[in-house]
């Protein structure tokens, strides 16, 4: 006899069990909490994927100059930056969240840390950039504040160089008219089907001329 409410020894769950990809980890834990203590300094929910950071990791171009990472959360696309083999001497970190700066200064102890908003790209006193490389939720910040990253980012980065963005939606994140005032075009790098939700990572670039 099986009592109402209980499952027979041996039987298989009803449970629902996410594939382990899916699943939360201490970093999901750890995100969620910061974006809910202070969202004013974490607008995303979620740090990255592994597969995602991978793909954005790999959207980095060979070749010398820096590497800005903005908004790198507890480090899951900075591991990807340094296995992608980027010099730890090559990777600065912008970090405006007390806790993420703490954390990441941790667990990346070869690597700066630079605790400020991702605007003041442009005052580190660093060399043209290779490339840079966003976390950032751009699509949930304020049109000003998108112009202002932007526009710090792109003055910091080499001739042709790229800023690496990923995004849940179908388009570009960033407006047609802000796209265009700042003469910038997208290409898409990847999707990630196997991220949750499914992303897409683009390069943005400056126009020449």
Sequence with gaps: ???PGTRPSGAPSSRLRLPERFRPDADFSLFLGQALRSPQSVSALAPASDRLATAMARCIPEGSGPVVELGPGT????R???????APADLHLIEINDEFALLLRQRF???TVHH?????VGSLGLPPLRAVVSGLPLLSFPAPLQARILRAAFRQLAPGAPFIQY???PGVPVSSRLMRA???RAIRCAVVWGNLPPAQVLTL????G
Excluded: E
Excluded at 116 to 120: E, F, L, V
Excluded at 205 to 208: C, I, L
């Design 1 to 3: 006899m099986t009592v």
């Design 205 to 208: 670039h400056r126009n020449a």
């Design 80 to 86: 990807r930056i340094l296995a992608r083999g980027i």
């Design 109 to 111: 102890p070869d690597l």
């Design 75 to 78: 480090g899951k696309i900075t």
């Design 182 to 184: 700042l003469h910038l």
């Design 167 to 169: 995004t849940y939606g």
């Design 116 to 120: 400020c908003g991702a605007q003041s």
